[in-house]
């Protein structure tokens, strides 16, 4: 340190530095009497000093190698009078490094102060530090509270507008609209969404005018952050939604957005093709048949108004969609017929706004309905790319990962999706399911009681909250949640026929017959058999078959009715002879492995095949081993069973037989078997879990024998 400091003396630093100190401070004694002097932009003073101060280092560096003085520049000799070499390429990359150095820092310092400068002059200072809001359906103001269309349409653009800003999280408006209509406070809503803010107003159209009110408020104590009025034409709109997206994100993030840089997408020309586009998505968010039937027309109509129009063309895409076949739409067109209307309307829409994350979200959607699962993933992907908070593209994802056997990615996507839209029905409901197929049956409620505590009247709630009950071995709960569900919708059959399905299970045969037609035969193998009736259900099962000689599924029933029946060999002859009508893709159904595991059972029982010669048990492991990794499936736990009563494995059959056991398993023909009837026998351990297993049916059918069907009826 001490040669250092010697060194730094002898070529002049220190004297070098206080000079250029004493320049600086001239200069800013000049730059401050002239400021008062003309009309000086502010941030002259500021970038003066951040010069001057980067300058330092570069002036620092330069006399170390150089004597500087009125009488030039020269460069500074060696300490032991030794020759002076010319300046080396390490030096002079030394030099170069640190002007870049300081300018970068010199204009980050910059920026930041330029930012701050502009938000102050527009009153839009940072109000607080937050990273989650959620922006509630405003109030309609107008005379005859006709504008509602109006009030929810601004607010559903406000949030995904907010949902392409980096680091926020932002609700989805399905879940603020949800909870709006419950009469919650803003302050309520938002701790219900767990966001640190909620932004709320009030609207009001009136001739070609239009007049906004928005309040910023804080979660966490209620205080109102922000307040501002506007007044303006109602062409102006979208500039006017850009400039109170821009204004909350500059008060909540320490980040300043200049003006003109935050542009809305759903921007039109004409101001009817927006006002026919907002009454289009009122009706699309009813979410029944006949308004989405409206919707589509109102969307049609908006683009007949501006074809340049892109957010009408994904919303009229989005609605022909859901207007297709299929489990959780509305069943009006046919899948491929939509799917193909939605696709152009999609292309147009891509081609007026290549960046719109609902366009590329809708798409994978439509690609999902057509089971094109790759591009789908491609598409939904690249939507969340566009706008991470898209919470119904996480859930499209989720649907498209289950879809593709990616479990893990599928369940993250839609828990995310449920941080983003925590009132959702579909994600509470898949969720309860998800969790379900995991076993883990009290977190699956959780979601489930939820769901039914904010959609008492949705039957779907019951639905997953019965098939969670069923799961968990809990029949008589799983009934009485089937019943619910059909007195909710009497429309729906299968609702009723999973509680007939139960109670026959049951053995409550009669009470079953109370909730069945009297002309409905489809039951009747099911109850023959339950009634041990052998003679009249094979007679029946016989007829079957022969009224219905290509019936492949005609067949596998009385295969497997027949071995239930204990009628094993005429059962494994059947078996056998269905190995070679048995389509390839319904040969190893999961998560029973069938008709694959019994076929292997009736070839090694008929001795016509060895089963290590059997390609059926490996490939059904195989299965087992790659699903029962992730679900905790009883009936998984009981194909392992199977495939161990299969290999003679009497300890690993009980291990298995166990593990279902406690899982939930409980089949009333788990005992007459025939792949496993022998375990039973053979094992004392075997017989007293079955026991266990018997006594579960028993005390459930007991409950469900005092459930008063007429309540649900």
């Known amino acids: ?408 990615q599928a369940l993250a996507d839609l828990e995310q999706a449920l941080s983003l839209d925590p009132v959702s029905r579909a994600n509470l409901a898949n969720l309860g399911f998800e969790y379900s197929r995991r076993g883990e049956f009290e977190k699956a409620k959780s979601y489930l009681t939820l769901l039914s505590k904010d959609f008492p009247n949705y039957p779907q709630t019951y639905v997953n909250l019965a098939d969670a009950n069923y799961l968990a071995g809990e029949l008589a709960a799983s009934l009485e949640n089937w019943l619910k569900a059909y007195s909710l919708s009497k429309d729906n059959l299968n609702y009723r026929k999973s509680a007939v399905s139960i109670l026959i299970e049951l053995g409550l045969t009669e009470k079953a017959k109370q909730l069945i037609d009297e002309d409905d035969l489809t039951y009747q193998a099911f109850i023959l058999a339950r009634e041990q009736n052998v003679e009249a259900l094979e007679t029946m099962l016989a007829f079957q078959v022969a009224s219905n000689p290509d019936d492949y599924w005609a067949k596998l029933e009385q295969a497997i009715y027949l071995g239930w029946m204990g009628q094993v060999n005429k059962s494994a002859a059947l078996f056998v002879a269905l190995e070679a009508s048995t389509p390839e893709q319904e040969m190893y159904a999961m998560p029973y492995c069938s008709p694959a595991i019994e076929i292997a059972w009736a070839q090694k029982h008929l001795n016509s095949a060895a089963l290590d010669d059997s390609p059926y048990v490996p490939t059904c492991k195989k299965q087992l081993n790659n699903e029962i990794s992730l679900f905790k499936d009883n009936v998984l736990m009981y194909l392992a069973a199977r495939i161990s009563a299969l290999n003679g494995d009497k300890d690993a059959f009980v291990e298995h037989f166990r593990e279902a056991l406690d899982n939930g398993w409980l089949q009333w023909w788990t005992e007459l078997d025939p792949l496993v009837a022998a375990m039973f026998v053979e094992n004392e351990q075997a017989m007293a879990l079955l026991q266990k297993h018997n006594e579960k049916i028993a005390t459930e059918k007991q409950k469900a024998d005092n459930i008063d069907l007429s309540l649900y009826l």
């Open 1 to 408: 340190m001490k040669v250092f400091l010697t060194e730094l003396k002898r070529r002049n630093v220190i004297k070098s530095v206080l000079a250029y100190l004493g320049i600086s401070w001239l200069v800013l004694q000049v730059v401050e009497v002239f400021s008062g002097l003309i009309d000086m932009h502010p941030l002259v003073g500021p970038a003066v000093i951040l010069t001057l101060t980067c300058g330092l280092p570069v002036v620092a560096y330069l006399s170390w190698h150089f004597d500087i003085s009125l009488d030039g520049i020269e460069r500074t000799p060696e300490a032991d009078g030794q020759a002076l070499k010319p300046l080396g390429p390490g030096s002079w990359l030394g030099l170069g490094g640190i002007a870049v150095l300081c300018v970068f820092i010199g204009l980050h310092f910059f920026t930041a102060i330029e930012e701050n400068y502009k938000a102050e002059s527009e009153g839009q200072q940072q109000v607080m530090e937050a990273d989650s809001i959620a922006v509630i359906p405003f109030t309609d103001q107008s005379p005859e509270r006709d504008q509602n269309y109006l009030a929810s349409g601004l607010a559903e653009e406000l949030t995904s507008l907010l949902g392409r800003t980096d680091g926020f999280r932002v609700a989805a408006s399905k879940s603020s609209q949800i909870l709006a209509e419950k009469g919650l406070s803003p302050v309520d809503i938002g701790r219900r969404l767990n966001v640190q803010t909620v932004l709320t107003g009030s609207v009001r159209a009136q001739g070609s005018r239009i007049k906004i009110r928005v309040e910023l408020v804080n979660t966490q104590d209620g205080h109102t952050l922000w307040t501002e009025n506007f007044l303006r034409e109602f062409s102006d709109v979208f500039e006017l939604e850009s400039e109170i997206g821009r204004a909350v994100v500059n008060l909540l993030q320490d980040k300043y957005i200049e003006a003109g840089s935050f542009q809305a997408f759903a921007t039109t020309t004409s101001t009817d093709a927006y006002v026919m586009y907002l009454k289009g998505k009122e009706q699309y968010r009813l979410q029944t048949t006949e308004s989405m039937k409206a919707a589509r027309t109102l969307f049609e109509q908006s683009i007949a108004l501006d074809p340049e129009f892109a957010q009408a063309y994904v919303a009229l895409a989005d609605t022909i969609a859901l207007l297709a076949e299929g489990e959780s739409r509305f069943g009006v067109l046919n899948t491929d017929i939509a799917a193909q209307l939605a696709k152009q309307n999609l292309d147009k829409a891509i081609v007026r706004q290549p960046n719109s994350a609902e366009a590329f979200a809708v798409k994978g959607y439509v690609e999902f309905m057509t089971e094109d699962y790759d591009t789908a993933l491609t598409d939904l992907s690249k939507a969340l790319s566009l706008n991470k908070n898209l919470s119904v593209a996480l859930m499209w994802r989720y649907l498209v990962h289950r879809s593709l056997g990616h479990f893990d």
